[in-house]
């Protein structure tokens, strides 16, 4: 059975910087597309940015760009997300997803989820 671990989570002042770690294990996931999602209080869950385990395709949500760095390391089943510049708006729940079909199409495994609060 896969399975996700998120880690980085935390409270941050508005303006500062997050580093969110995902890490896969249990299976084989070279194949799957990587990605975070966030799901913030009251609202639904969205798509944050996504990554394939070579690195060499990246995507993200409008609001992620520029201010955040989606990263995979292959030899250590890790995916990570730099979040700089992090404003209120972004607190929420992070998660880490994994999908073969395309991580906007389908979510095949769900991490638990890490709690990011921005506040001063």
């Known amino acids: 059975q896969g399975q996700l671990t998120e880690s980085g989570g935390g409270v941050v002042q508005p303006g500062g910087s997050l580093r969110l770690a995902c890490a896969a294990s249990?299976?084989?996931?070279?194949?799957?597309?990587m990605g975070w999602f966030r799901q913030a209080p009251g609202k639904e869950r969205e798509f944050v940015a996504a990554i394939n385990w070579s690195g060499t395709s990246t995507y993200y949500a409008d609001s992620a760009k520029g201010r955040f760095t989606i990263s995979s390391d292959s030899g250590e089943n890790t995916v990570s997300l730099q979040m700089n510049s992090l404003k209120p708006e972004d607190t929420g729940v992070y998660y880490c997803?994994?999908?073969?079909?395309?991580?906007?199409?389908?979510?095949?495994?769900w991490g638990n989820g890490t709690l990011v609060t921005v506040s001063s």
């Open positions: 249990g299976r084989s996931f070279s194949s799957y597309a």
């Open positions: 997803a994994a999908s073969l079909e395309g991580i906007l199409v389908s979510v095949d495994y």
